[in-house]
């Protein structure tokens, strides 16, 4: 999946929009984490997947 565009939304967080349309978010959680989620359709807000962790930078 390619990302198409990426939109800076505060110090902690991310969000992109990838080739299906589809939104992706990124976040620095409390415990140093970095997790994302993203629509499981493009366009409908309620149906995310859960977040999933992409571990701690630099380790």
Do not use: K
């Not at 976040?27 to 989620?37: H, K, P, Q, S, V």
């Amino acid at each position: 999946m390619a990302t198409v565009s990426v939109r800076y939304v505060s110090p902690f967080s991310w969000v992109t929009l990838d080739a299906s349309d589809a939104l992706e978010v990124f976040a620095l959680f409390g415990d140093g984490t970095i997790r994302c989620t993203w629509q499981n359709t493009a366009g409908d807000d309620t149906d995310w997947s859960a977040w999933h962790s992409l571990g701690i930078p630099g380790q």
